[in-house]
Each structure stands twice: as structure tokens, then as C-alpha cells.
């Protein structure tokens, strides 16, 4: 008879150990990936499209379910079978007490969290997003279903008892199993039923899926009346016809350049000039700012979609909107409007919850499941609190702290143990499996809450509040309608939700590697838009705008070679004015100024807002040529290359500087090093130019108009897939003022080209 020796019941003890520790660390891996990927896509969904991010999220999605499966299968089979030692048969027979389930709980809040977090658009095919029905989460609840199912069955916890000498209340287990795991089930499918029913409604819908063919045609139809009644409207005050919401509830026909509306019925269809003649307490300015901003963001559409819309409906547009909001200074307005215009663009292609506003009711009842949704979490909470004993006993009886109760041993013909050789052991820790699923309910909660501040406090669900409004007679005789309307806009703002927030990146090329020498040594950091570049942006585009209206023939921006007031302080013969400039490129030009400005930033660090404003916009355009060139002129390979090339001469030349103890020594300290060691030209050239702006008297009010002047040309573009990807990255300055110059007619640059040596001026 084989001996059963304690080598072969250590060895197989060992192998068990082992599996179970192999089994937590493919746990803590996907914990952690699945953090990482649920934190950012609820939270920071701009993180979703960088490079390492997107690889994290490919990862975690290819190998969440292999990853289960191993998990699940480690210690879900009972037997482990091995021959060793004079070929003695050594059988594990284990209960995994809790952990197969709160392993099975783990990977269906997950998949919960994924749908919440997933991104579904309905959009024409020719606007180029597309993200239809997350099938991957599908095929994932599926699995995990099949997992539960497969692995809790009665025989699965009583199946050893006669071995591990316990007997169990089969019909407690159940119950309990019945609360843990049905939620899961009902919350899982139900959001997925529901968010394929919303993506359907969406699609096939004239005010989402299909609205840029509808505003196309509606567009062309406004052209046609305008043309009719040019003589009787007030072009510069009358608002134009733009639809905000409740194009299903027309009548629609299809034509050849789109969908257009049979009549529009203005007790259904809301339109801006509808929402302009209600002047009352509730539709202030902030009210109507909002809902310009989302018939702005459905003609944006149009622009994505690339549908061709007859020119004259557009100058309705332009017109009101160059009349009503660039004749005073709220350029916080102005910034204002069109922010949320992109807010609504972000959400849009780059969510799911915009489509659940297809039906009424639907974005209540994803509210009543996520309200569901935070009960079960919290009742979680609750039970996994409770002492880690009796959670183990109410699975099968394993000891204490343990993940699971094993015995080893070798059985006889009669499969039972030969002699006494049998060992217990208990392997792993409990906290393995509680700490995972405590995080992700955690996330969640969050996830959901999220979702429920979404649909209160969004500028979604505002605008739907501002149209019902409108159309409801009965609601603007109410003074309570008209109370909990100014209570919504009072107190339900949530900055994260609407997604206004636009930010400017700054960088320098004069950065020091030892020792920072000047002032501008740590901006690589995005801020704020300051209220003094939105100023000097805003004034420099009211005086394009107004050289527009008075039909004068002006260079798009004024910008030149010899700036004016650089030539009547200096000899305009000086060939080192004309060596300042070179007609390379918009990059070389942004450069060469960049580190003019820099240089005068030395020389004159006193402040103001005209230097804050230069400084910041002359730091903007160097970062959006060393990280987003293809949003500039010329080739994108050529600019990043052309920064690195003046970016690492510089590093050079200034390493290890010290500073001296006056601006004046500082500014001939920085001249001096540029023109001596530096190699590069633009690096020359900038110290030229800085040099002759400190000596003619130049004062920062000059380079802030050059700078504003110089935003407002870079920002036309024609590249909408380059504005597109950076309103998914949570937006740039030059994305906003692209917007806001395409609703003032200005859809693109004029000749790249730039600059004629012979004239010197900007053509």
C-alpha cells in the first residue's frame, strides 16, 4: 500500500498556497486597472483619449474576463489532483467560503460601473463618431451571469461536508445568495435593456440622430424667407429662427438636402426668437444665453457633419449674434455662450447620458435605477461590515480570516483517507476579496451619484426646463413654477457636469534645467483663462468685427513683419528689424515673438494687465506649437521639430545661469547669451527683436494687441477632427475662439503663406 507521507500532504499544501496567492495578485492587478479606468471615465473623461490611458483601457477590457475566470476557477474547483512520491494519489478538497462570491460580486459591479461609464452617441454617419451599443458589456454581463449561476448552486457548499464535518442551513445560504446576487442581475440588464432602447430612440430621431440633416434643411428654409422679407426685418436685432428643442413633436418631411419641417407649430417647437419675446422673471439673460448655446451646438453639428448649408441662413446668425453680443464689454458673456456651446458638443460625442433625453421619462428611470443602485451598495456596505466570522460561517464554516478551508489528504479505493494522513489548512486572507469589493462600491456609489447630479444639475436638463417653460402657458402664469425655475438656476450648478471650464496650457522656451533664472521658469501647467486675456481677445475681435461692418478693406489680423510701432521708433531701413522676421512659417513667427516677449518680460516685470495678457497668450501659442501644431498652419512634424530644435539650443545656452540684481543686468545678461552661444536662428532672431521692442519704448499694451491679433488668425481652421480631439480632451482657448469666429462668419484663415518679403505685409 502507498505511504502517505507528510512531504506529499506539504507539497500539495504548498501548491494550493501558491494558487491562491497567484489568484489575489491577478485580483489586486485588475483592482487596480479597473480603478484607474472607472475613476477616469466617470470623472475624467478628457484622460480617456491620452496615449497611456487609452492603452489602460484597452488592457483592462481584454483581460478583465480571462482574468475572473482564473480567479473564479483557482479555488471554485474542489479537487487537486497530483502524483508524487512512489505514486500516491494527493487530493485537495476545499471550501472557498466567501470568497468565489464576493469575487462573483466584484466582477458584477464592474460591470455595473462599465455601463454607467460607457459611451453610446447617436449620430449621423457623417459626422464621423460613432459608438453604438456596448455589446463588449453585454457579452460580459452574459458571462458573469453564467459564473454566478454555475458556481452557487446548493451542491457547491454542501457538497464537502461530509469531509469537513459541517453542516449548513442550505435554505439561509440561498436567501442570502438571493440579496447579494439578484440586485446585481435586475440593475445590470435592466441599464442595458434601457440603454439600448435610448440609443434606438436616439438614432432614429430628428432632434439627435438625425438633426443635423433637419437643421440643414431648416436652414436652407430660413434663407428662403429671408429672402422674402429682407426689407421688413430688422437684420441687426431680430433674432433668427433657430430651433432649440421639440423637433419630434413637428411634422417633418423628408427632402433631397435633408429633413425639413412641414410647419412648425410654436406651441411644440421652441426657437430662439420664441425665447427672446418671453421677457419675464425666469427667462433673464442667462436663461436665453443657454438656449442660443444649444441651437449653437446643433448648428456646430451641422459643421461636423459637414452639411452643406445655404450661406444667407448663416448670416442671420452672424448678424444677431454680432449685434447683441459684441456691442457692449461682457466679454464673459461672449466666453460664456460659447463654452457651453462646446459643453454641449463634449457631452454629446463623448457620454452617454445626453441620449437618454430622447424620451421624457427616461432620465427618470435611469435616476430610480441609480437610486437602486446606491441602496444595494449600501446595504453591502452594511453586510460586509459585520464580522468576518459570521460571513464566513453564513458560506460554509471556514475559519476566521480565511479566504478558504482546505483539507489534503490520500484517499483509499474507498475515497476515504489512508491512516491518518489528512492536513487542514487555511489559505489566504479575507481582506483580499472585502477591500476590492469595497472599492468598487465606493466607485460605484459615486458612479451613480454622478449620474443623478447629471440629471439635475446639468444644462441638459436646464434648457429642457427653460422649453417647457415656454410651451406651458399654465407654468408661466405659476409663481411656484417660477420659484423652483430660479431655484435650479440658483443652487443646481455643478462645474463638472457642464463641462465649461476652458483652460489655457502655458510653456516657455526659456526654462532652465540647474537653476531658474527668470520668471516664467515652471509655466508647462494649464490655468485658468485669465479675465484679462479674455479682454484683450475679446476687444481685438470687436475691432475686426467692426472694419468688417463698415466694408473697409483690412489685412486678417493686422499683423506685420516691422510692426508699425516698431518702424517710427527705428530706422524702417535697419536690416536687423527686417532679420527678426522670417517667412518659414506661422511656427517660426510664434517663436521669434515668443522669445521677444520673453526678453521684454525681463526687462519690464512690473504689473499689468496688458503684460498679463501678453505673456499668458505669448506662452499659449508656444505650447500650442510644441504639443498641438496641427490646430496652426503648416505641417505638424515641421513644428514639433522646430521646437524641439530652439527648446533644447536654449536649454543649452542658459544652463546653469545666475541671477543678477537688477532687470536691466538680467536683461543684458539673457541678450548676451542669446546672440553669442545660441546656434539656432529663431533663437537670434528673438533676441534682435527683444532688443529692439526694449530700446524704441515699447510698451506691453502693444504686444498684447500683436498677441490678441495673432490668437484670433491661428484660430480659424478647416481641421475639425484637430478641434474635435481636443473638445475631447476637455477643451483649448483656441478651440472656443474657433467657434466663436465661425458664428462671426470666420471659417478660415487666409493665405498661409503669411508674409511677403517685398511688402512686409500679412496677406
Not at 376 to 390: A, E, R, T
Amino acid at each position: 500500500m502507498p505511504i502517505c507521507s507528510d512531504e506529499a500532504l506539504d507539497l500539495m499544501s504548498k501548491r494550493i498556497t501558491q494558487a491562491m496567492q497567484r489568484s489575489n495578485g491577478l485580483m489586486i492587478v485588475n483592482a487596480i486597472l479597473m480603478a484607474v479606468v472607472v475613476g477616469i471615465g466617470a470623472y475624467a473623461p478628457r484622460y480617456r483619449y491620452h496615449p497611456f490611458v487609452r492603452f489602460l483601457f484597452l488592457g483592462a477590457a481584454t483581460l478583465f474576463l480571462p482574468i475572473v475566470s482564473a480567479v473564479a476557477g483557482t479555488i471554485g474547483s474542489q479537487y487537486f489532483n497530483s502524483d508524487i512520491f512512489n505514486f500516491t494519489l494527493v487530493v485537495s478538497l476545499c471550501q472557498p467560503s466567501m470568497h468565489i462570491i464576493l469575487v462573483l460580486v466584484w466582477t458584477g459591479l464592474v460591470v455595473t460601473i462599465g455601463i454607467n461609464i460607457s459611451i453610446t452617441v447617436a449620430a449621423d454617419s457623417r459626422e464621423g463618431t460613432s459608438a453604438g451599443f456596448p455589446t463588449d458589456l453585454l457579452l460580459k454581463a452574459v458571462w458573469t451571469a453564467y459564473l454566478i449561476l454555475s458556481t452557487t448552486s446548493t451542491q457547491f457548499f454542501t457538497s464537502s461536508k461530509n469531509f469537513l464535518g459541517h453542516a449548513f442551513d442550505t435554505m439561509k445560504i440561498n436567501r442570502h445568495l438571493n440579496i447579494i446576487f439578484l440586485p446585481i442581475y435586475g440593475l445590470t440588464f435592466s441599464k442595458l435593456v434601457l440603454r439600448y432602447y435610448a440609443l434606438h430612440v436616439a438614432q432614429r430621431s430628428v432632434a439627435f440622430g438625425r438633426n443635423p440633416s433637419l437643421i440643414q434643411g431648416h436652414m436652407a428654409h430660413l434663407d428662403l424667407v429671408e429672402s422674402r422679407n429682407a426689407e421688413q426685418i430688422d437684420e441687426h436685432t431680430s433674432p433668427p429662427a433657430l430651433v432649440v428643442k421639440g423637433e419630434d413633436a413637428a411634422k417633418v418631411e423628408k427632402k433631397p438636402h435633408g429633413y425639413s419641417f412641414k410647419s412648425i407649430d410654436s406651441g411644440r417647437v421652441v426657437t430662439i426668437d420664441s425665447v427672446w419675446k418671453l421677457d419675464d422673471i425666469v427667462l433673464r439673460s442667462e436663461p436665453k444665453d443657454l438656449c442660443l448655446s444649444f441651437a449653437l451646438f446643433k448648428l456646430l453639428r451641422c459643421r461636423f457633419a459637414k452639411c452643406t448649408v445655404l450661406e444667407a441662413g448663416f448670416m442671420k446668425v452672424q448678424k444677431f449674434f454680432r449685434y447683441t453680443y459684441l456691442q457692449g464689454d461682457d466679454y464673459e458673456r461672449v466666453f460664456r455662450v460659447i463654452a457651453d456651446e462646446l459643453s454641449f458638443i463634449h457631452d454629446y460625442y463623448y457620454s452617454s447620458l445626453p441620449v437618454s433625453y430622447s424620451r421624457r421619462l427616461l432620465p427618470f428611470i435611469y435616476t430610480l435605477l441609480s437610486l437602486c443602485s446606491i441602496c444595494y451598495s449600501s446595504y453591502m456596505f452594511v453586510f460586509l461590515s459585520q464580522p468576518i466570522d459570521k460571513i464566513a460561517r453564513l458560506g460554509n464554516g471556514a475559519k476566521g480570516q480565511s479566504q478558504a478551508q482546505c483539507l489534503v489528504f490520500c484517499p483509499n479505493q474507498k475515497n476515504k483517507a489512508i491512516g491518518n494522513g489528512m492536513k487542514e489548512i487555511i489559505v489566504g486572507s479575507k481582506y483580499f476579496d472585502t477591500v476590492p469589493v469595497y472599492l468598487v462600491l465606493a466607485l460605484l456609489m459615486l458612479s451613480e451619484m454622478r449620474d443623478i447630479v447629471f440629471y439635475i444639475c446639468s444644462n441638459w436638463t436646464k434648457v429642457a426646463l427653460f422649453c417647457n417653460y415656454i410651451t406651458h402657458t399654465s407654468w408661466q402664469q405659476s409663481p411656484m413654477v417660477q420659484r423652483c425655475i430660479g431655484f435650479v438656476l440658483k443652487y443646481c450648478s455643478c462645474k463638472m457636469m457642464n463641462n465649461s471650464g476652458y483652460k489655457m496650457s502655458q510653456r516657455s522656451i526659456l526654462v532652465f534645467r540647474r537653476r531658474c533664472l527668470f520668471p516664467w521658469r515652471s509655466y508647462q501647467r494649464k490655468m485658468k483663462v485669465p479675465s484679462v486675456v479674455k479682454a484683450a481677445i475679446f476687444e481685438a475681435f470687436k475691432d475686426q468685427t467692426i472694419v468688417q461692418e463698415e466694408g473697409l478693406k483690412k489685412i486678417w489680423p493686422p499683423i506685420f513683419p516691422i510692426p508699425s510701432f516698431i518702424s517710427t521708433a527705428t530706422n524702417s531701413d535697419d536690416t536687423n528689424s527686417i532679420s527678426a522676421y522670417d517667412s518659414k512659417g506661422t511656427a517660426n513667427i510664434i517663436l521669434v515673438w515668443h522669445i521677444a516677449t520673453c526678453i521684454f518680460e525681463v526687462r519690464h516685470p512690473q504689473q499689468s494687465d496688458a503684460r498679463i495678457a501678453a505673456a499668458h497668450l505669448s506662452r499659449y501659442c508656444a505650447y500650442l506649437v510644441s504639443c498641438h501644431p496641427e490646430l496652426l498652419p503648416g505641417d505638424n512634424e515641421w513644428c514639433k521639430s522646430l521646437y524641439k530644435a530652439v527648446k533644447k539650443d536654449a536649454d543649452r545656452v542658459l544652463v546653469g545661469c545666475a541671477a543678477q540684481s537688477t532687470p536691466e543686468a538680467d536683461y543684458q545678461l539673457l541678450v548676451d547669451l542669446l546672440k553669442e552661444k545660441s546656434k539656432h536662428k529663431v533663437l537670434k532672431r528673438g533676441a534682435t527683436l527683444g532688443q529692439e521692442l526694449v530700446e524704441s519704448n515699447t510698451g506691453w499694451k502693444k504686444l498684447e494687441g500683436f498677441w490678441s491679433k495673432m490668437i484670433l488668425y491661428l484660430a480659424p481652421s478647416e481641421n475639425l477632427d484637430g478641434h474635435k480631439e481636443a473638445i475631447a480632451r476637455g477643451g483649448e482657448l483656441i478651440t472656443l475662439l474657433w467657434a466663436m469666429l465661425a458664428h462671426d462668419g470666420i471659417v478660415g484663415r487666409p493665405d498661409a503663406a503669411g508674409f511677403t518679403s517685398a511688402s512686409g505685409d500679412f496677406v
